[in-house]
T-cell receptor, first 117, second 115 residues
Framework: KAGVTQTPRYLIKTRGQQVTLSCSPISGHRSVSWYQQTPGQGLQFLFEYFSETQRNKGNFPGRFSGRQFSNSRSEMNVSTLELGDSALYLC????????????????FGEGSRLTVL | AQKVTQAQTEISVVEKEDVTLDCVYETRDTTYYLFWYKQPPSGELVFLIRRNSFDEQNEISGRYSWNFQKSTSSFNFTITASQVVDSAVYFCALSEIYRDDKIIFGKGTRLHILP
């Protein structure tokens, strides 16, 4: 079956702009998580959505937001981009349901690499 | 406080050597899950193993083995007879399911297998 699909794969923006990244989870997966990966900080949790509701959130400023649609597809948005937002943004889906989301395997996409100039 | 520590930033070994990747975690919970993921150059992380806090049995899967020791809060990963295809970044991760229910990753260990 198709894996997690993230678009776009690469993009370049300038400071102050905004960006929207898209993630299509594996069919049947209702949980979608987003991570930011940078060389200095490693993988940092942004947020997680389950059945269109944000269920968990990491320690990122309000410029980072997301949403999930009824078909489980998810988008994340970063407004007023800063140079430090340059990173690989990874989306992961899982089959987990109910309260215990993260006891299961996460399936990752290949990421969207954002460069902010 | 950092909850998952992978002290080895980068390791290089010659093909066919054994290599162990260290992972030390920190948690106040008695119920938690530990994971290892592999990130090849293509970027997507690939799940390798999950272990819950009540199961300290070591696990072997082919050339891969994992040593979970609660007494030292460690969950180390050994690759036996390494191959060039094992070159990747490896992440250890922790999920405190009754605390905040999100997976926290270590900073990863970049493994180079030299031919």
């Amino acid at each position: 079956k198709a894996g997690v699909t993230q678009t776009p794969r690469y993009l370049i923006k300038t400071r102050g702009q905004q960006v929207t990244l898209s993630c299509s989870p594996i069919s049947g997966h209702r949980s979608v998580s987003w991570y930011q990966q940078t060389p200095g900080q490693g993988l940092q949790f942004l947020f997680e959505y389950f059945s269109e509701t944000q269920r968990n959130k990491g320690n990122f400023p309000g410029r980072f937001s997301g949403r999930q649609f009824s078909n489980s597809r998810s988008e994340m948005n970063v407004s007023t981009l800063e140079l430090g937002d340059s990173a690989l943004y990874l989306c992961a889906s899982s089959l987990a349901s109910g309260r215990q989301t993260n006891t299961g395997e996460l399936f990752f996409g290949e990421g969207s690499r954002l460069t902010v100039l | 406080a950092q909850k998952v520590t992978q002290a080895q930033t980068e390791i290089s070994v010659v093909e066919k050597e054994d290599v162990t990747l260290d992972c030390v975690y920190e948690t106040r919970d008695t119920t938690y899950y530990l994971f290892w993921y592999k990130q090849p150059p293509s970027g997507e992380l690939v799940f390798l193993i999950r272990r819950n806090s009540f199961d300290e049995q070591n696990e072997i899967s082919g050339r891969y083995s994992w040593n979970f020791q609660k007494s030292t809060s460690s969950f180390n990963f050994t690759i036996t007879a390494s191959q060039v295809v094992d070159s990747a970044v490896y992440f250890c991760a922790l999920s405190e399911i009754y605390r905040d229910d999100k997976i926290i990753f270590g900073k990863g260990t970049r493994l180079h297998i030299l031919p």
